[in-house]
C-alpha cells in the first residue's frame, strides 16, 4: 500500500489529452513540492516533473504538473505513442525521523 | 556529463551477503546526496533511504531499517548499499539517485541504471 495514492491504469488515443492524479497527505504534498517520474519499460525512471509544476531542461512542454492542497495531477496534452510508460508521483514527507520520500504507486499509461 | 553508474546483476542464495555500489562522476560526489530505491518485479518505487557522501549521515525509511545498510567512500565517489543476510523477497532492481538537500530536498534528478539482485537457492 504506497503513501500516494495514483490510479493504477490510464488510457488514451494518439492527440488527446490525459491525467493522472495523486493524492497524499498533510505530511507530505501538503506541505512539500510534487515530482513526477516516467519510467519507460526496461529503464530507470527519469525526473519529468519537479517543484509542482517545473520541467527539466528536455522535457516537452506537453506535460504539465499542478498541486491543490494534498493533490496533485499530471496532465499529458497531444498523447504520442512514445508516452506509453509508467508515472510516479514522489513528494517528501516530514513524518517523525525524517524527511523521507514517498512514492505513488505507479499508473501505467497505455496509448491506444 | 554527470553520470551514476551502478555495479553488474548479482544472484545469490538466501543467507548471503552483498553489497552494490553506485559511482558518481561529473559532478561533485560530496554535494548531493545519494538515496536507494527498490523495485520489485512488477511493482512501484519504494524509497530505502538516503546517504551524505559528505559525512555519511544516513536515514532509512521504516521499511528498510535494519533489513539493508547504506554507505559511501567519498574518495572514490562511491556509495554502496549492503545487505547481512539475504532473503528471496530482496530479489529485485536496485536504483541509485542523486539529490541536493539544503533547506528543502530537491527531486532526484539523475538515477543510476540498476543492479538486478536475485536471491534464489
Known amino acids: 500500500q504506497s503513501v500516494l495514492t495514483q490510479p493504477p491504469s490510464a488510457s488514451g488515443t494518439p492527440g488527446q489529452r490525459v491525467t493522472i492524479s495523486c493524492s497524499g497527505s498533510?505530511?507530505?504534498?501538503?506541505?512539500?513540492?510534487v515530482n513526477w517520474y516516467q519510467q519507460l519499460p526496461g529503464t530507470a525512471p527519469k525526473l519529468l516533473i519537479y517543484s509542482n509544476n517545473q520541467r527539466p531542461s528536455g522535457v516537452p512542454d506537453r506535460f504539465s504538473g499542478s498541486k491543490s492542497g494534498t493533490s496533485a495531477s499530471l496532465a499529458i496534452s497531444g498523447l504520442q505513442s512514445e508516452d506509453e510508460a509508467d508515472y510516479y508521483c514522489a513528494a517528501w514527507d516530514d513524518s517523525l525521523n525524517g524527511p523521507y520520500v514517498v512514492f505513488g504507486g505507479g499508473t501505467k499509461l497505455t496509448v491506444l | 556529463e554527470v553520470q551514476l553508474v551502478q555495479s553488474g546483476a548479482e544472484v545469490k542464495k538466501p543467507g548471503e551477503s552483498l553489497r552494490i555500489s553506485c559511482k558518481g562522476s561529473?559532478?561533485?560526489?560530496?554535494?548531493?546526496?545519494i538515496s536507494w530505491v527498490r523495485q520489485m518485479p512488477g511493482k512501484g518505487l519504494e524509497w530505502m533511504g538516503r546517504?551524505?557522501?559528505?559525512?555519511?549521515?544516513?536515514n532509512y525509511s521504516p521499511s528498510f531499517q535494519g533489513h539493508v545498510t547504506i554507505s559511501a567512500d567519498k574518495s572514490i565517489s562511491t556509495a554502496y548499499l549492503q545487505w547481512s543476510s539475504l532473503k528471496a523477497s530482496d530479489t529485485a532492481m536496485y536504483y541509485c539517485?542523486?539529490?541536493?538537500?539544503?533547506?528543502?530536498?530537491?527531486?532526484?534528478?539523475?538515477w543510476g541504471q540498476g543492479t538486478l539482485v536475485t536471491v534464489s537457492s
Open positions: 498533510s505530511s507530505n504534498i501538503g506541505s512539500n513540492t
Open positions: 561529473g559532478y561533485s560526489f560530496t554535494s548531493y546526496w
Open positions: 546517504i551524505d557522501p559528505s559525512d555519511s549521515y544516513t
Open positions: 539517485a542523486r539529490h541536493h538537500c539544503g533547506g528543502d530536498c530537491q527531486p532526484f534528478d539523475y
